[in-house]
């Protein structure tokens, strides 16, 4: 699943690329889970990896 009600992953897509576009460091990756916006909270085994490449950079 990769809906989310509150972070549709569109809205997420667009303003990743606008934050690009205004030169601000950010990437875009898009993970499908039943959990919504909080799966990085949850499920750390599957997002931790990209949460923590960001970081590293």
């Known amino acids: ?3 989310d009600i509150l972070s549709p992953v569109e809205q997420q897509h ?3 690329a606008a934050r690009q ?4 460091e950010s ?3 898009s ?3 039943i959990h919504g916006h909080d799966s990085f ?3 750390y085994e ?3 990896p ?3 490449d960001f970081l590293k950079d």
């Open 50 to 52: 990209a949460v923590e």
């Open 1 to 3: 699943m990769e809906s």
């Open 46 to 48: 599957r997002f931790g």
């Open 41 to 43: 909270l949850i499920d």
């Open 14 to 16: 667009t303003l990743a």
């Open 21 to 24: 576009e205004a030169g601000v």
């Open 27 to 29: 990437s875009f990756v």
């Open 31 to 33: 993970l499908g889970s």
